[in-house]
C-alpha cells in the first residue's frame, strides 16, 4: 500500500511533467517561422478606391458648391489629342471634368511656380525627367503616391521608375517617352550591323544620281552625340543626380571618341552648320541613305520621300558598344492642388489605363511596357528605350551640356581625344564640387 507521502511525491512528478510539456509547446510554437504577410496586388481598381469616398465637388469663397474640376497644363502642342481625349473619357466614367491648358512659354516651369504663387496653379502637369530633381526641390511636385514597388516592376521598365526617381523616390507618372533611332532607306540598304558596316557602305556605294547623302545626323546636339561615350561613360550615377560620379577619360570612353573622330574622313559634315532640320529635309525629299534621327519620325514616315524605317542605333565595331539616352515625359501631381485624391487619379490614368489609345492618337511611344504593339517601329523604339539610360536630372545640367557639346565639337574638328576628355573632365570635377 502507497504511503501519503508517496501519492503526494507521484503528484508533484506529473505537475512538474505538465509544466514541462506546457514549457516544451510554447519553446516550439515560438521557434515556428511567421507567416508572410499575403501582399495583395496593387490594380487600377486599387487606384479607384482612393476617390471612392471623395465629394465629386467643391465649396467656393463665396459658399457655392459647383462640380470639381481639375487643370491640367502641357507645353507639347503636338500632344495634345492624346490629353483633350483622356480628359473626356476621365469625366465620363468619373464626372470630373478636367480643363485642359497648352501654356506656350519658354519658361513653363517658372510659369507654373508664378501661377503657384498667384493661387491658380495647375492640379497636373506635363514635365520630363530632367526636371525631376528640380520640382520636387521647389516644392511643388508631389510623389507618385498610388504605385508600388509591385506595380512599377509589372508595368513599366527599369530605366522608367530611374528616369522617374529623385533622392530615392518616385515622381510623377510615366506617360510617352523620346530616345535616338537609327533611320535607313528600304530602298537602298538594309539596317546596320555597326557603324563599320555604314562606313563600308559608303566606300561601296555608286550613287548614279549625285543626290544621296550617305549618313547624318545632329552632330551639334551632344543628345545625339552622348550615344558615342559608350558604356564606360559613368555620369551622374543611376538616377542621374550622383554628383560624386562622374568618369569621361577612361581608356573605353577613350576608344570610342577616337572612333567617333574617325568617322569625319567619311562623312564632312559641318558641326557649326549640322541641324535636325537638315535632316528631316533629306528624309523628306528621300536623299538620305543612314541617319539618326528622334521619335517624332514615327508621325512622319508615311511623307517622307522613300521606303524608310527605323532600328537600334548599332554598335560602333564589336570591340566599341554605344548607349543611347532616353526622355520619360510625365504627369506631375502640384502640391499646391487642392484635389490631390483626383489629381493622382488623372495623373494614373494618363500614365497607365488610358495609354493603349496613346499611339493611335498622336503616335508617341506609351512607357506602359504590357501593351500591344502591333506597329513594327513603334516595338523597335520601345526596344530601344529599354536599353537606353535617363537624361542626368542633377541641377548642374545646363553645364554638362554646355561643356560636352564644345568637346564633342572639339574632337570632331581633329583636336586630341585625350586632352578634349581630360578638360571636359576637369571642368565637370570642379563644378560638381
Given at each position: 500500500?502507497?504511503?501519503?507521502?508517496?501519492?503526494?511525491?507521484?503528484?508533484?512528478?506529473?505537475?512538474?511533467?505538465?509544466?514541462?510539456?506546457?514549457?516544451?509547446?510554447?519553446?516550439?510554437?515560438?521557434?515556428?517561422?511567421?507567416?508572410?504577410?499575403?501582399?495583395?496586388?496593387?490594380?487600377?481598381?486599387?487606384?479607384?478606391?482612393?476617390?471612392?469616398?471623395?465629394?465629386?465637388?467643391?465649396?467656393?469663397?463665396?459658399?457655392?458648391?459647383?462640380?470639381?474640376?481639375?487643370?491640367?497644363?502641357?507645353?507639347?502642342?503636338?500632344?495634345?489629342?492624346?490629353?483633350?481625349?483622356?480628359?473626356?473619357?476621365?469625366?465620363?466614367?468619373?464626372?470630373?471634368?478636367?480643363?485642359?491648358?497648352?501654356?506656350?512659354?519658354?519658361?513653363?516651369?517658372?510659369?507654373?511656380?508664378?501661377?503657384?504663387?498667384?493661387?491658380?496653379?495647375?492640379?497636373?502637369?506635363?514635365?520630363?525627367?530632367?526636371?525631376?530633381?528640380?520640382?520636387?526641390?521647389?516644392?511643388?511636385?508631389?510623389?507618385?503616391?498610388?504605385?508600388?514597388?509591385?506595380?512599377?516592376?509589372n508595368h513599366y521598365p527599369a530605366v522608367t521608375k530611374s528616369a522617374m526617381t529623385s533622392d530615392g523616390k518616385q515622381y510623377g507618372y510615366p506617360i510617352y517617352l523620346d530616345t535616338t533611332m537609327m533611320i535607313y532607306d528600304t530602298a537602298v540598304t538594309g539596317q546596320p550591323g555597326s557603324f563599320g558596316s555604314i562606313t563600308d557602305f559608303a566606300v561601296n556605294f555608286e550613287d548614279e544620281t549625285n543626290t544621296k547623302v550617305i549618313f547624318r545626323w545632329d552632330i551639334a546636339d551632344p543628345f545625339y552625340d552622348y550615344l558615342f561615350l559608350g558604356n564606360g561613360a559613368e555620369i551622374l550615377g543611376e538616377y542621374g543626380e550622383d554628383t560624386t560620379v562622374f568618369n569621361?577619360?577612361?581608356?573605353?570612353?577613350?576608344?570610342?571618341?577616337?572612333?567617333?573622330?574617325?568617322?569625319?574622313?567619311?562623312?564632312?559634315?559641318?558641326?557649326?552648320?549640322?541641324?535636325?532640320?537638315?535632316?528631316?529635309?533629306?528624309?523628306?525629299?528621300?536623299?538620305?541613305?543612314?541617319?539618326?534621327?528622334?521619335?517624332?519620325?514615327?508621325?512622319?514616315?508615311?511623307?517622307?520621300?522613300?521606303?524608310?524605317?527605323?532600328?537600334?542605333?548599332?554598335?560602333?565595331?564589336?570591340?566599341?558598344?554605344?548607349?543611347?539616352?532616353?526622355?520619360?515625359?510625365?504627369?506631375?501631381?502640384?502640391?499646391?492642388?487642392?484635389?490631390?485624391?483626383?489629381?493622382?487619379?488623372?495623373?494614373?490614368?494618363?500614365?497607365?489605363?488610358?495609354?493603349?489609345?496613346?499611339?493611335?492618337?498622336?503616335?508617341?511611344?506609351?512607357?506602359?511596357?504590357?501593351?500591344?504593339?502591333?506597329?513594327?517601329?513603334?516595338?523597335?523604339?520601345?526596344?530601344?528605350?529599354?536599353?537606353?539610360?535617363?537624361?542626368?536630372?542633377?541641377?548642374?545640367?545646363?553645364?554638362?551640356?554646355?561643356?560636352?557639346?564644345?568637346?564633342?565639337?572639339?574632337?570632331?574638328?581633329?583636336?586630341?581625344?585625350?586632352?578634349?576628355?581630360?578638360?571636359?573632365?576637369?571642368?565637370?570635377?570642379?563644378?560638381?564640387?
Amino acid at each position: 500500500m502507497k504511503t501519503a507521502n508517496q501519492t503526494l511525491e507521484k503528484r508533484k512528478n506529473k505537475v512538474f511533467i505538465a509544466v514541462i510539456l506546457l514549457l516544451l509547446a510554447f519553446t516550439f510554437s515560438g521557434c515556428k517561422p511567421e507567416e508572410e504577410p499575403v501582399e495583395v496586388e496593387v490594380t487600377y481598381a486599387t487606384f479607384e478606391e482612393t476617390v471612392a469616398s471623395v465629394k465629386k465637388t467643391t465649396v467656393l469663397e463665396d459658399g457655392t458648391e459647383v462640380p470639381l474640376q481639375l487643370n491640367f497644363w502641357y507645353d507639347d502642342e503636338t500632344a495634345a489629342p492624346y490629353y483633350e481625349a483622356a480628359a473626356v473619357d476621365f469625366h465620363n466614367r468619373y464626372g470630373v471634368e478636367v480643363i485642359c491648358t497648352y501654356v506656350d512659354e519658354v519658361n513653363y516651369l517658372e510659369a507654373i511656380n508664378e501661377a503657384n504663387i498667384n493661387g491658380n496653379g495647375p492640379d497636373v502637369y506635363i514635365a520630363s525627367n530632367d526636371e525631376v530633381r528640380k520640382l520636387h526641390l521647389a516644392g511643388f511636385a508631389d510623389e507618385n503616391s498610388l504605385y508600388t514597388e509591385a506595380f512599377w516592376e509589372n508595368h513599366y521598365p527599369a530605366v522608367t521608375k530611374s528616369a522617374m526617381t529623385s533622392d530615392g523616390k518616385q515622381y510623377g507618372y510615366p506617360i510617352y517617352l523620346d530616345t535616338t533611332m537609327m533611320i535607313y532607306d528600304t530602298a537602298v540598304t538594309g539596317q546596320p550591323g555597326s557603324f563599320g558596316s555604314i562606313t563600308d557602305f559608303a566606300v561601296n556605294f555608286e550613287d548614279e544620281t549625285n543626290t544621296k547623302v550617305i549618313f547624318r545626323w545632329d552632330i551639334a546636339d551632344p543628345f545625339y552625340d552622348y550615344l558615342f561615350l559608350g558604356n564606360g561613360a559613368e555620369i551622374l550615377g543611376e538616377y542621374g543626380e550622383d554628383t560624386t560620379v562622374f568618369n569621361v577619360n577612361n581608356e573605353s570612353v577613350i576608344q570610342n571618341m577616337t572612333y567617333y573622330q574617325s568617322l569625319h574622313e567619311y562623312f564632312s559634315m559641318d558641326v557649326d552648320t549640322s541641324t535636325y532640320e537638315q535632316v528631316k529635309a533629306e528624309l523628306t525629299n528621300g536623299t538620305l541613305v543612314y541617319g539618326i534621327v528622334k521619335t517624332d519620325v514615327l508621325e512622319e514616315l508615311n511623307t517622307y520621300g522613300s521606303a524608310y524605317a527605323l532600328c537600334p542605333v548599332p554598335v560602333l565595331s564589336d570591340e566599341l558598344s554605344v548607349q543611347n539616352l532616353s526622355v520619360t515625359y510625365a504627369a506631375f501631381v502640384n502640391s499646391f492642388s487642392h484635389h490631390s485624391e483626383y489629381a493622382n487619379l488623372f495623373a494614373a490614368y494618363l500614365s497607365y489605363e488610358y495609354a493603349e489609345n496613346q499611339f493611335g492618337l498622336i503616335q508617341r511611344v506609351a512607357v506602359r511596357s504590357d501593351l500591344e504593339r502591333a506597329d513594327g517601329n513603334e516595338s523597335v523604339v520601345y526596344s530601344q528605350y529599354c536599353q537606353s539610360v535617363p537624361v542626368p536630372k542633377a541641377l548642374e545640367n545646363g553645364d554638362f551640356w554646355i561643356y560636352t557639346e564644345i568637346c564633342f565639337k572639339n574632337i570632331w574638328n581633329g583636336n586630341d581625344v585625350v586632352t578634349e576628355l581630360n578638360g571636359l573632365q576637369e571642368k565637370m570635377t570642379e563644378r560638381l564640387k
